[in-house]
């Protein structure tokens, strides 16, 4: 049978053409979901009564529906019917269904976590054995970052299916309070200084109610010139901080009685 270089040649100019036009769609396409993204967003924002967390999710949709449409477009300029299509997905859903059961488990438990809301955009969260401040929510991950600029990108099934710890739902702040024992005289002063300026310089501590330093106690009289006293700390910081707080304070009062010596060593042990 003779080939016909003409019908072959067209058949060629057809499909390069076709294949620019696709590469031309792509390209137009993924920028036009950037945008229409970005315009989503923009209108849902103005608005002031959608939480920072559905805003997100829904403009992520739109982006999502504008490169479907655009995938569409392009099966049709190769003259695939996507009417046919419908009938091959839908003999090999199941198939695919366990496939992807992982993943489409993901977009179930971020749909979830998005109409229940246990977190928001900020959030002090604690949540599958990591702790951070909630960034984003997408259709499969959400993004969190720790305080030293690390993200953290968690499934959304692995989210939804552990105890979340949320610091943030009830704002407020975090008591901190260390006692120890301390000889009274005047190194019991120079401590009390010293805790009260390293208090007053970490930006973690609550300016009010102001930090506060003072004898809770007498604790043994048996020498009546410098009787053991126990000295008091006390301050306010946000609960996901008190820890630190405390535990960094202990570790300041710890130290301080060691180079003074300003406690028996059998009462020199620092109580929470």
């Keep these: 049978m003779a080939l016909n270089f003409e019908t072959l040649k067209a058949t060629l100019v057809l499909y390069g053409l076709n294949a620019t036009f696709a590469v031309l769609l792509l390209v137009l396409g993924w920028c036009a979901s950037a945008i229409a993204q970005r315009f989503v967003l923009r209108v849902l924002t103005a608005t002031h009564r959608l939480d920072a967390l559905v805003r997100v999710f829904l403009s992520s949709l739109a982006r999502y ?12 300029l190769f003259g695939i019917q996507t009417a046919s ?4 997905l839908g003999a090999t859903s199941l198939a695919i269904g366990l496939a992807l059961q992982g993943t489409l488990s993901n977009l179930a438990a971020g749909v979830k976590l998005l109409l229940f809301r246990p977190f928001r955009i900020n959030d002090d969260v604690e949540v599958a ?27 959304n099934g692995s989210v939804w299916g552990s105890a979340i710890i949320n610091h943030s739902t009830y704002p407020g702040t975090g008591e901190v309070k260390v006692s120890f024992p301390v000889r009274a005289g005047g190194p019991i002063e120079r401590i009390g200084e010293q805790i009260l300026k390293h208090l007053r310089e970490d930006s973690r501590i609550a ?14 009289i048996s020498d009546a010139v410098r ?29 301080m009685l060691t180079d003074t010596g300003s406690a028996r060593p059998e009462r020199s042990r620092v109580a929470g």
């Design 129 to 155: 054995g990591k702790a951070g401040k909630v960034q984003t929510l997408s259709l499969f991950m959400t993004e969190l970052i720790t305080s030293d600029n690390t993200q953290i990108l968690l499934p």
């Design 207 to 220: 300016a009010r109610p102001a930090p506060e330093v003072h004898v809770s106690k007498v604790v043994d």
């Design 65 to 76: 529906a504008v490169l479907d449409v655009v995938g569409i477009a392009v099966l049709q």
């Design 227 to 255: 009787p053991i006293v126990e000295l008091t700390v006390s301050a306010k910081a946000k609960p996901a901080d008190a820890d630190a707080v405390k535990h960094r304070l202990m570790d300041l009062v710890t130290t």
């Design 85 to 88: 299509l419908v009938a091959v």
